[in-house]
C-alpha cells in the first residue's frame, strides 16, 4: 500500500515555492538595498568630483 499523503500540505508547500521563487525574480529584477544603492551614488559623485578636477579645462556644459 502506498504512503498516506497530506494533500493541503504539499499545496501549501507548492504555493511557498512558487512565492519564493517569484520574489528571487523580482529581487534580482527591481532591487539592490538602499545601503548598495546609496553607496554606488556616493561612489560615482566621488568619481565625477576626480575627473573633473583632473580637467584641463572648465567644466564642461552639456547644454551646447
Known sequence: MGELVN??????RRSKDEAERTAAANRSAF????????RNELERAAVRRTIDAHRL????????
Open 57 to 64: 579645462e572648465g567644466p564642461r556644459d552639456d547644454d551646447d
Open 7 to 12: 494533500l493541503r500540505r504539499i499545496r501549501k
Open 31 to 38: 532591487g539592490i538595498r538602499k545601503d548598495e544603492r546609496r
